[in-house]
């Protein structure tokens, strides 16, 4: 299938930026690989596009309430966990509603280009309301990208009817090829009518799941799968389930990283189950990312999220605050367009401009060094457009770049609210700084857009530099800057054991 060559041909390229392709999705540059077709499809896709998710927004409507299965991550009392976070509630809309709250939210955000319904059960475990809300969007609303994330139970019977509405991106929450595994995550599916345990119900959902990304990818929508890190469960399994969907065409791999807390009721919260660690992540997504896209900058959204990934504006867009709004989505789309083109035209010319200095700069690195030092890993603070643009105060989360002889990659984020910052459950006060250097762990440096003398002092004894001077840079080329520097001060030389202790 054409999608599955792609995959192929994308497998441990090198980028003008040094990226390696394999290992971190899409970035602007790997999509000028692509047929015209897949581009159109990708390039304003915040998901499935590294770069398009500093510039485009996505939103996602609550209209799925029921779900078919059952996960050991999920309470019920909360959203669908397989693409939003635990513990969260979304108010349920109807298909009217949701469409009303779109075009509210595209006529007010132009930056959003794509609508996802991802719960708060599972999509296609309630087809009407989700194809009706399809139904209309496609209708009232051409401009924007549909998208739908599910578990993959229903999915085969409902493939037809997703073409049908001119949904180009679909996601299947993929955790396991066998059946013994997928045992220990899913103690039960709903299934004609049964309920369905153990085995038996995890070797249907796998059937279903496999039949339903080959249908998709035989008609040429692209095919995101997500799977839940599980440590001690499925980590080792994950490089087999990515081998078999790259295989079968599916276009990116997205691993993403159990959120138990016991305060959300869900079986392994409950039963003390461990999230994995930054580093873990990392590891398994570098691992699979010899055979396979991986997307790395996935935040776990709501399934009523609003806005660039990483924020949310929801409360913007309450149904009482829709209602009093007048939209004229005619006049909406003509704005829209221009500002795409706009973005389109400012992400071509960076993209270009990126290659030429990317090269020139891992080449001038490459020459000074003949390789020999160890990569870095640095933290960036910004606010979206692929800049250095925010406070180090006002980071909610940080972006992980390394940057080595081959250039710069991004290795994913982490967010300042995911460590204690001193909350009641914490057991010890600590300050929201304390909390920004455990998110840090493991960066040696941290360029923002400006810093207090306080927090600079800490990072300093805490062994990660701050950096304001690379102020309003585009991110890559200022790390690349960082890491010239670094070698050049004697930072890294002497660093050959620490290299060799490493590899
Ligand atoms: Fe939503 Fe998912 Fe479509 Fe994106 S989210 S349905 S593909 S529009 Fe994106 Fe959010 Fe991660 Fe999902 S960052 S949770 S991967
Ligand atoms: Fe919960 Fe989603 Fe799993 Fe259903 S598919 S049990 S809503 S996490």
Redesign the pocket.
Known sequence: MELSVLGQNNGGQQSAGGCASSSCGSTNDQLSHLPDNIREKVHNH??YSEEAHHYFA?M?VAVAPACNIQCHYCNRKYDCAN??RPGVVSEVLTPEQAVKKVKAVAATIPQMT?L???GPGDPLANPQRTLETFRMLSEQAPDIKL???TNGLALPECVDELAKHNID?V?ITINCVDPEVGAKIYPWIYWNNKRIRGVKAAKILIEQQQKGLEMLVARGILV?V?SVLIPGVNDEHLKEVSKIVKAKGAFLH?VMPLIAEPEHGTFYGVMGQRSPEPEELQDLQDACAGDMNM?RH????RAD?VGM?GEDRGDEFTLDKIESMEIDYEAAMVKRAAIHAAIKEELDEKSAKKARLAGLSVASVQNSTSGRYRPVLMAVATSGGGLINQHFGHASEFLVYEASTSGVRFIGHRRVDQYCVGNDTCGEKESALAGSLRALKGCEAVLCSKIGFEPWSDLEAAGIQPNGEHAMEPIEEAVMAVYREMIESGRLENDGALLQAKA
């Open positions: 915040p998901c996505r996602h693409e939003s794509v996802g319904i991802a998208c739908v994330s991106h996601t995101k997500n997205n997307m996935c935040r776990q959204c999220a990934l």
